[in-house]
Structures are given as C-alpha cells and as structure tokens.
C-alpha cells in the first residue's frame, strides 16, 4: 500500500470513529484530556476479557482505588479481592507491583518515556502504545486481536507475522490523532470488521480492502491451528474445624499467584481422591486429616490448562493449630468466606458444601 493509500485509510478511520465511537467508562468525552491511570487500567482488565465483562469490574475498581496513588496504598489482598473473577490474575499482580513502581520512581506520574514505559511489570509493548497514544498523544502503535483481523482483511494476508502487522501499524500511526487512531482500529474491529460477520455492506473502508476486493474475507485471517489443552486432576481438602474451614493462600507468582483457596495438590497418576486429599492438608497447612465424605467435583479451564477439582469434607486429626505459624494459613469462619480473594472454582467448591 502506498504512503498515500495509507493516508486515506487512515483518514477514513477517524472518520468512521467521530461518528461511532463507542462510548466506554474508562474513555474521556472528546475535547477531555484522558487520565493515563484509567487508560492504563483499562488495557490491561481488557487484555484476554470482552469489554461487557470489563465495565462493572472497572467502575467498581475505580471507585474503590480512583487514583493510581490509591491503588498503590493499597494490599495486595485488597487489589485481588476487587480483581476476584475476572481470570488472569498476574494482571492484577504486576499492575499493582507497577502502579508502587510508578509512585516510588516517577512520583505518581505514569512514565511518557516508552523504555521506562516498558519497564514495569506487566506492561508490554501493546499496552505502552496504547497508554502513550491515547492518554499521551504520542506516535505509539497498537497490534491487538482486532487490529490484526483488520489488517490481515485489508492485505488479504492469511497469516500475517507479528513483525508485518507492527511494521503496518507503526507506518499508519504517525499524524494527527494517534490515540483516537488506535481506538478507531480496536473499535472497527470489535464492531464492524469482527471475526464471524463483518458488515462488508457497511464498511467504510471496503474500497482498501483487498480481502473484500479477491472475496476472501472469510478466511482472512486463517485460523490457528487450535492447541491440544492438558488436563489436570486436583484433590481438594475442605477442612472444617468448629464452624471454620481452613484456607492457605497460594504463593505470589504463577497460577492464581497471592488468592487463597482450600488446600490442594496436581494428583500423581494413581494417586486416589482421598490421597490426594490428605496430602494437600498436610503439604499446605501441615495438618492430619479423616476424610467425612467427597463432595463432587468442578471443572475450570485456565488459558492453557483444564482443571478438574474433586473436592473432599474433611475434619482435622491433629491440632489444627498446627502450620497457623506461617503467613498464608488461616481457619475462617463459613460466613467471613466473601472478605477472601478467592479464585471462581473455589467459590464453587464452596458451594458444594
Ligand atoms: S470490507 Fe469487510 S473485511 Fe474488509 S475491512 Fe471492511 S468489514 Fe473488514
């Protein structure tokens, strides 16, 4: 496409978006000067999550840590607990290990530099574009799902390589309005140029389009070759002491790193249920345990793995004060179970009861 194609494309995407922009809690009214906390928090609850998913979480969030000052004073404990359900939750992680970088460092003030940008946890090179371009107004580039759909439809590429789409995206971004660009891509392909039906009859830019013009627009982009998802079968020790139920928080990094749950351990093949059971009280919270009766089992499926919890009713054999010395290990009443961030499978475990 030449420069001057380009242009026209580009202009007639911002065009497109003065008149059907969506209008989204975290987005400024236009004239209004975007809030790079917003923006930044927005991007990242975005990333692997539909935007109806995202509003409620996001206008509770906001209430309850409205500045980037205020989410850094928080604990970690607070921030997963707001975070609870909605998946992913190194998200909420390294954005509040970034937003006390960003206090600590730049005084509160999110970095306009794009390497210091890129430096904090959680803050890849799409989530910087979209800070620095739409919050900034800088020249920044995005590539997302949707911005990859629209151009593998426009260049009427199958299987456009991550280095091709960043080379088009940073060749269309430069001029006026980069950020209300990059919206503009992200809101055309949610909107108009989306996977299963895109409304070539009412696209504004089907004169660009190349797909449109060959008539392969349904098979552009190809799609991948799906991954073969392992499973994994979890014994889950639900110890119930006089009212309470022990819970122990898993560790900070990794799969639902920092959220408590009920103890449980990954079974070895031939392991039983009840083995796994006792083996979990005792790896977590160093407690013996009889087994009262299994209580059914729950299914959840992380981004690359299935998981499916046989949960067990169990009563302690041993002091059950034992292993509270550690950080991590708690017995909390039936009814205190909402103040913990707990991940949704056990949630439902819990409903088992
Ligand atoms: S013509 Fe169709 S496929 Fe091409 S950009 Fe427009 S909506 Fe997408």
Redesign the pocket.
């Given at each position: 496409m030449t420069g001057a194609e380009l242009v026209a494309l580009r202009q007639a995407l911002l065009d497109w978006y003065d008149e059907n922009r969506r209008e989204l809690p975290w987005r400024a009214t236009p004239g209004d000067r975007p809030d790079p906390y917003r923006v930044w928090l927005s991007e990242v609850m975005l990333q692997q999550t539909r935007v109806e998913t995202v509003r409620p979480y996001f206008e509770r969030w906001i209430q309850r840590f409205p500045t980037l000052t205020a989410l850094g004073a928080a604990s970690l404990d607070e921030v997963l607990k707001e975070w609870e359900g909605l998946g992913y939750y190194s998200r909420a992680r390294n954005l509040h290990r970034a937003v006390r970088e960003v206090a600590d460092r730049y005084g509160g003030r999110v970095p306009q530099d794009p390497e210091r940008l890129r430096a904090l946890p959680g803050v890849g090179r799409y989530t910087a574009g979209a800070i620095l371009s739409i919050a900034f107004g800088r020249e920044e580039p995005v590539v997302d799902g949707n911005v990859r759909r629209?151009f593998a439809?426009?260049f009427d590429d199958p299987a456009p390589k991550d280095s091709g789409l960043w080379f088009v995206a940073e060749r269309i971004i430069p001029g006026e309005r980069p950020g209300d660009l990059n919206q503009a891509l992200m809101d055309f392909g949610a909107t108009?140029?989306t996977s299963r039906s895109?409304?070539?009859g009412r696209?504004p830019?089907?004169l660009h389009?190349r797909?449109?013009a060959a008539g392969t627009?349904g098979e552009r982009p190809a799609p991948r070759r799906p991954r073969e998802t392992p499973i994994e079968k979890h014994s889950v020790a639900v110890v119930r002491h006089e009212e309470t139920l022990l819970l122990v928080r898993r560790p900070g990094r990794g799969r639902l790193g920092g959220l408590w749950e009920f103890p449980g351990v990954s079974r070895s093949p031939g392991e039983s249920i009840v083995a796994g059971a006792h083996r979990a009280a005792t790896e977590w919270a160093g407690i013996k345990v009889a087994v009262v009766r299994q209580l059914g089992s729950v299914d959840h499926a992380f981004s690359h793995v299935r998981v499916t919890y046989d949960a067990v009713l169990a009563s302690p054999k041993t002091d059950p004060s034992r292993g509270l010395a550690a950080d991590g290990v708690r017995w909390v009443r039936e009814g205190e179970l909402g103040e913990f961030a707990l991940p949704r499978a056990q949630r439902r475990i819990a409903e088992l009861l």
């Open positions: 629209v439809r426009v108009v140029c895109p409304t070539c696209c830019i089907d389009c797909a449109r627009v």
